[in-house]
């Protein structure tokens, strides 16, 4: 493709890019029956021939910009998506345009060097252990998964058996202890490295989701230990001190799932939700939810340096290692993008203080909504720990009424639970973008929707 086309494509990229920016606010938060008929005209054989890409790109733009859900924008309440600085998506433009592959230090210096950045920032902002290193992986589902791993290899390797060599077949038991109020995302990645969920033992939570720290069962040197910063629901943290202090006596691993939890540590307002934190052996978290980096960018944090590599070290004859930072080696993928490009320049624009600062508005945004939202009638359950929120209308059939007028106005958009065996309205308040004016809107959405 001759540059002039290539120019071409990106000026059209840009124009759409911008039109779709400019239109979001007046767009339904989540789009119409209607408008998701238009995916229809995807329903298409694959062309034979080459098509001109800008054709390629306007169908796309009409079709897509119409039908997406505005996780971008500032009334989205329902999963912890987040949404995306403009610096985000810029820095990631760039770093698609360089076409990186951040497997090797020999393949992508620049990646391989931020990277290296963002792991030193890290340590610093969450105040963790200086051993620690980061991998960037699509997720906190497989960054828990590298921690898990990591955890595997090292609490095996103390019962002398090298689960790399031996595998799990005959291999002595290890137990996973855990709260009732884990992620799903955890279990699947218990279950993904082989321990089967017979191995894991579940702890009771208090009415916030908090492990309850005197039901813990004996633990020991056989034992992973699980812990989370941000409950889905409630957004609770567990008592990390407590909890942390007990594992490391007994020798137990702790892993801290803090997908969009993490981040509370980096506000002098929020810090004593992660105090003692810093005394476990890995965490996961999401650059993509409460920092609002574009999506595919899960952190996993590790403080043994030998059981992450240990675990997801590979070996290949053309594969040349560098004296310094090789990405893959904290990773389960080889090949992949240079995530760490957009997180690098989230955090250069954010600062320290910026990601306070934004962890703090999403705080005082939850408190606004369950303060607003009480007076008008509903029940809150949780206390605002974060950035989230569940409440009821009253009966469970009121409060589903509520709900599907809430998800069909176009207003806002949020989604529901079971919390505690009650069905409820669950929201999160997670984009840089939303403000006081898109918070009254939304007060005003469950006001309507009530009557
Ligand atoms: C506490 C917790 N853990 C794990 C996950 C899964 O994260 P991801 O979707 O990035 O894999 C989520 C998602 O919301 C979460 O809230």
Redesign the pocket.
């Known amino acids: 493709m001759p540059n002039s086309h290539f120019n071409q494509l990106l000026e059209s990229a840009k124009f759409e890019s911008i039109q779709y920016l400019d239109n979001c606010d007046n767009l339904p938060v989540f789009p119409s029956d209607e408008a998701l008929k238009l995916l229809q005209m995807f329903n298409e054989a694959l062309p034979t021939d080459q098509n001109n890409p800008l054709e390629t790109l306007k169908k796309l733009a009409d079709i897509g910009s119409q039908t997406t859900v505005k996780h971008g924008g500032s009334r989205y309440f329902g ?3 987040g949404g995306i600085l403009p610096i985000g998506i810029a820095a990631r433009w760039l770093a698609d345009t360089w076409d990186q592959n951040a497997a090797l230090s020999v393949m992508s210096p620049i990646a391989a060097k931020l990277e290296e950045v963002c792991q030193q920032w890290l340590i610093q902002l969450l105040h963790l252990p200086p051993s620690s290193k980061m991998g960037l992986v ?7 998964l590298c921690g898990l791993a990591a955890a595997r290899n090292h609490q095996y390797k103390k019962l002398n058996w090298d689960i790399n060599e031996r595998g799990l077949a005959d291999a002595p038991r290890l137990r996973i202890i855990m709260g009732d109020q ?5 279990t699947k990645m218990v279950r993904l490295l082989g321990f089967g969920s017979q191995s894991i033992e579940l702890v009771a939570s208090d009415d916030q989701g908090r492990i309850m720290v005197d039901c813990l069962p004996e633990i020991d040197g056989s034992c992973i230990l699980i812990l ?5 629901c409630s957004g609770s943290f567990d008592d990390f001190s407590a909890l942390c202090s007990i594992a490391n006596q007994s020798g137990a691993w702790t892993h801290i ?5 993490l981040w509370a540590a980096a506000s002098a307002q929020l810090k004593h939700l992660t105090v003692g934190m810093e005394l476990a052996d890995s965490w ?1 978290v ?1 650059g ?2 409460t920092l609002n980096t574009p ?1 595919d960018c ?1 952190v996993i944090l590790c403080k043994h340096p030998d059981a992450i590599t240990e675990a997801l070290h590979q070996q290949g004859s053309y594969i040349d290692y560098s004296k310094t930072r090789d990405n893959m080696v904290y990773t389960p993928d080889m090949s992949r993008r240079a995530r760490g490009i957009d997180l690098w320049a989230c955090m250069h624009h954010l600062g320290e203080n910026g990601i306070a600062t934004l962890m703090n508005k999403l705080h005082e945004g939850a408190k606004y909504l369950a303060e607003h939202l009480n007076a008008i009638g509903y029940v809150v359950l949780n206390e605002i720990h974060f950035n989230q929120l569940i409440i009821h209308a009253g009966s469970e059939e009121l409060t589903r009424q509520v709900l599907k007028r809430i998800q069909t106005s176009g207003v806002i958009w949020c989604g529901s639970a079971t919390w505690k065996g009650q069905f409820i309205i669950r929201l999160s308040v997670c984009s840089w973008q939303t403000n006081e004016k898109d918070l009254a809107k939304a007060v005003e959405a469950f006001k309507t929707a009530l009557r």
């Open positions: 999963f912890v998506n699509g997720g906190t589902s497989v960054a828990t884990t992620h799903g995302t955890v989370q910063a941000g409950n889905v799932d803090g997908a969009f939890g996961s999401d993509h939810k999506y899960g």
